[in-house]
């Protein structure tokens, strides 16, 4: 029979697949409004991507904006104190700027879990972040960090926050040459510095990695907590699709502990981002703990476009053709699992992986990439 997945394209393939492994792992779709009132985003927006809103009135009044977050929306209208775990995972439309001052609606899935969370919890987040990629392509990668080690790190700087600001912008960008400038001009110990070059160099996978963070001062618990990780994630067989990037970073207001990104071989933009957000709970007036990520389904457009496909097969036939001939070459492409667009002519233009002539009741392929 043929698979319903061949009529989808590749980011619906996508988000079906995702939210089957999620409703796998006991995470319960959730839906949110397109909209929220204004003054969520309006308090929040140094949390936002960006912070600018598309806005409108009700017709009570209020000042609403079309979604530009999914997080928010979910820690607003999450239960909060009971015990145990939510586990939550939600397919959604974001509506964020994009080029040419211009709004864009960008499909996400992904999923949230809070409560009160633990190394398992942690983990089964990040196996499936991992998982979430291996949906897209096998070939990929996820970078992940701990903000709390970066700021135990940062501490030993003694840097006033402008320059703490400053450093964390360089690591974004992943400029050595910028964060050597704001570092020496900064007046802090050399010592600090040091260490702090050392760790956005820091890159590779856990048994690589794990070792040379023993020489960092005052970071033991967290090198503790990150063995423990690797040895979990090793067992649900991830870990070797995990790297330890400490040039990695996150708004240290927001997040509190992993961070990470994931990317696909073929896509130059990270296609998964997200981490561990207690500060950004607290920040809401909410008592637990939260992780999540959310998967830009939009990327994958970037993702083979040259190679998709509108048909299998074109089965082109002359108007003298009888029309039972036409239907019989139709089954027999179908049969072997084609989908088929017969018609007269050329037509339109197509991608197509055959096209075949159909001539007196006898098939002739006249051009194939098969």
């Known amino acids: 029979m043929e698979s319903l997945e061949s009529a989808l394209r590749p980011e619906e393939r996508t988000s079906l697949r995702l939210r089957s492994l999620y409703g796998r792992h006991g995470y319960r779709q959730y839906k949110v409004s397109k909209f929220e009132e204004y003054d969520l985003y309006a308090h929040n927006k140094r949390f936002l991507v960006s912070d600018s809103v598309l806005t409108f009135t009700d017709t009570d009044g209020r000042l609403m904006a079309l979604k530009p ?148 001062p005052g970071v033991e618990a967290y090198v503790t907590e990150l063995e423990a990780m690797a040895e979990l994630l090793t067992d649900w067989g991830v870990a070797d699709r995990i790297v330890l990037d400490f040039s990695l970073t996150g708004d240290l207001d927001y997040y509190s502990g992993v961070v990470f990104q994931g990317y696909v071989d073929g896509v130059p933009a990270r296609v998964l981002s997200g981490g561990r957000y207690d500060k950004l709970m607290e920040r809401l007036g909410k008592h637990s703990g939260a992780i999540g990520f959310a998967v830009y389904l939009d990327q994958l457009e970037r993702l083979g476009n040259a190679t998709v496909r509108d048909v299998d097969a074109l089965l082109l036939y002359d108007e003298d053709e009888d029309p039972k001939q036409v239907l019989q070459a139709v089954k027999l492409l179908r049969a072997n ?34």
Do not use: W
């Open 69 to 216: 977050d999914v997080t928010l929306s979910i820690i607003k209208n999450a239960k909060d104190g009971e015990p145990g775990l939510q586990k939550l995972c939600y397919h959604e439309t974001v509506y964020r700027p994009g080029g040419s001052g211009t709004f864009r609606e960008i499909p996400q899935d992904g999923l949230e879990c809070l409560g009160d969370l633990d190394l398992y919890t942690v983990c089964e987040v990040l196996m499936l972040a991992v998982r979430s990629l291996e949906a897209i392509s096998d070939r990929c990668v996820l970078n992940l960090t701990h903000l709390g080690l970066l700021e135990t790190v940062l501490d030993g700087l003694t840097a006033d926050d402008a320059t703490r600001a400053a450093i964390l912008r360089c690591m974004a960008h992943k400029s050595r040459h910028e964060l050597e400038t704001v570092c020496a001009g900064g007046g802090m110990a050399d010592e600090g510095i040091r260490r702090l070059l050392e760790l956005t160099e820091l890159h590779g996978q856990f048994d690589a990695v794990l070792p040379q963070l023993q020489a960092f």
């Open 337 to 370: 699992g084609k989908t088929v667009r017969a018609q007269r002519g050329r037509g339109d233009a197509l991608a197509c992986g055959q096209v075949l002539q159909l001539k007196n009741g006898r098939l002739e392929i006249l051009a194939t990439d098969d």
